[in-house]
């Protein structure tokens, strides 16, 4: 994981538009691969490639389309968007165990079957506008105008909106540059910023700033080093807890413990996954 998404961040980074598309494409374009070439698998080797070109597309997933979803998302949809990943993650397992219970005996189609949805995704992530802070990062502010009025409806609505993200990074670029260390002039003036209103502001720091410089403002600025350590902990957390264990290895621990017959087993399995995201369908705050 910390190697797909190091790599999905330099090619972020790389790419000279339209990131998010060819991104999450390649996303769709890996499942697709490990959909149709893995059922045809004769030896370890290419089952190994397979896995590895899945990786991939699960790095590109895991580090672009939640980006993607908190900068196009509104307000009061983000935080709804943003858990949707993990709801249909399990969903998806709900599904593979309930089709391993009906198709115990082809395992071929069942490894087949993830070419299905990625098929239809493949053409249904075109049809998704460009993130509106991409486009304003490479000083398109034009069609930045263009995707928030698809995104919020109206032009008052992405006129604000625009204003809004525009004004938003151009102040958090002067803060962090007065963060990382003001000369002396700077600290016997106003510590206010003072150039926010320079309108590429932000485009001139970020061409400037390096990969490695961008790894060190997260753990050098106070607030972007509290918000790493609550996501390491809650990561660490769900992975040490060994929740992907009992998720893949449910039905050989259940039957290993006697648990009862394979479709008794399949049952369990599937209503243990589903009552995990239930409290889901309340509504995320």
Not at 76 to 87: A, V
Not at 204 to 220: A, H, P, Q, T, Y
Not at 260 to 279: E, H, M, P, R, Y
């Amino acid at each position: 994981m910390v190697i797909r998404q190091y790599y999905w961040n330099l090619v972020k980074r790389s790419l000279a538009g339209r990131e998010i598309w060819q991104a999450t494409s390649t996303f769709h374009i890996g499942s697709l691969l490990r959909g149709l070439r893995t059922a045809r698998c004769n030896t370890w080797e290419q089952l190994l490639v397979c896995r590895l070109l899945l990786g991939i597309g699960i790095g590109a997933k895991a580090s672009v389309a939640p980006v993607f979803a908190a900068e196009a998302a509104a307000d009061h949809l983000r935080g709804r968007l943003l858990m949707m990943w993990q709801l249909f993650d399990t969903f998806g397992i709900f599904i593979g165990f309930a089709t391993v219970w009906i198709v115990d005996r082809q395992w071929r189609i069942l490894l087949g079957t993830a070419a299905i949805p990625a098929i239809i995704l493949l053409f249904l992530v075109f049809l998704c506008p460009e993130s509106p802070r991409f486009l304003i990062r490479i000083n398109d502010y034009k069609n930045a105008f263009l995707s928030l009025r698809q995104l919020r409806g109206t032009d008052l609505q992405a006129a604000r909106d625009l204003y809004y993200v525009h004004s938003q990074l151009q102040v958090s670029t002067e803060l962090l540059e007065y963060n990382e260390g003001p000369s002396e002039e700077d600290s016997q003036e106003s510590q206010q910023p003072s150039e926010w209103y320079r309108k590429d502001l932000y485009q001139e720091k970020v061409g400037k700033m390096s990969f490695l410089r961008r790894v060190w403002s997260l753990w050098s600025i106070r607030r972007n080093r509290r918000a790493c350590l609550a996501a390491f902990l809650v990561m660490a957390s769900q992975q040490l807890c060994g929740i992907n264990v009992l998720s893949f290895y449910s039905t050989t621990l259940f039957r290993d413990a006697g648990g009862g017959s394979q479709a008794d087993i399949s049952k369990k399995t599937n209503a243990l996954d589903s009552s995990s995201v239930a409290w889901l369908n309340f509504g995320t705050k």
